[in-house]
């Protein structure tokens, strides 16, 4: 957690002690404490938070505590959450515009689209709502004048997806500096998302079993 949280600034995700991440772990997830610089930070850093909003630990957990633990409950799926205030996703968020299907990529988080949730305070349960309700059907969303949030089986696959998100937030603003960029259509999201079932390297016959 803690090169992926430093990785995330090397990356231009995230800017000093901005974003938090967590990880589901028996019994509870594990998550970035709040206001530290991630660069100092040492595995004892880290909070294991709980379920029912109880931590332990020598550190306060991050203030987006609520946002992680209503994430990783309502989607059983993933093992890690990402939030990052990223550049370009934070520039469109500002502007409480989503990403459309300006290119067939955008499919890599999960539908034709990715959300932008509307604006709450950082924080709240009503962040944590909100977000909830933008990433219904999908792995990433914006949040309004806030940044972005990625979601992933694991750790590695949060980030890949976060840096996929952020890419195309930047070529999408950088399409708009010319014009509005042409928008592929339903049916033809609805092909890409089912050509990426069989994306990459598929295992085969007894590799589910090495």
Known sequence: MIATAR???TAGLNQGTSGNLSVRVEGGFLLTPTGMEYD?????DLVLMRFDGSHEGRRRPSSEWQLHRDLLAARPEAGAVLH???MFCTTLACLRRGIPAFHYMISAAGGSDVRCAPYATFGTPELARSALDALEGRKACLLANHGMLALGKDLPGAFKLAVEVETLAAMYWRALQ???PV???GA???RVIDKFKTYGQQP????EQR
């Open 183 to 185: 928008l592929l259509d």
């Open 188 to 190: 033809e999201m609805e």
């Open 204 to 207: 085969g016959p007894g590799d």
């Open 84 to 86: 990052a205030h990223s």
């Open 7 to 9: 990785k995330m600034n």
């Open 40 to 44: 100092a930070l040492v595995p004892e």
């Open 178 to 180: 010319v014009g509005e």
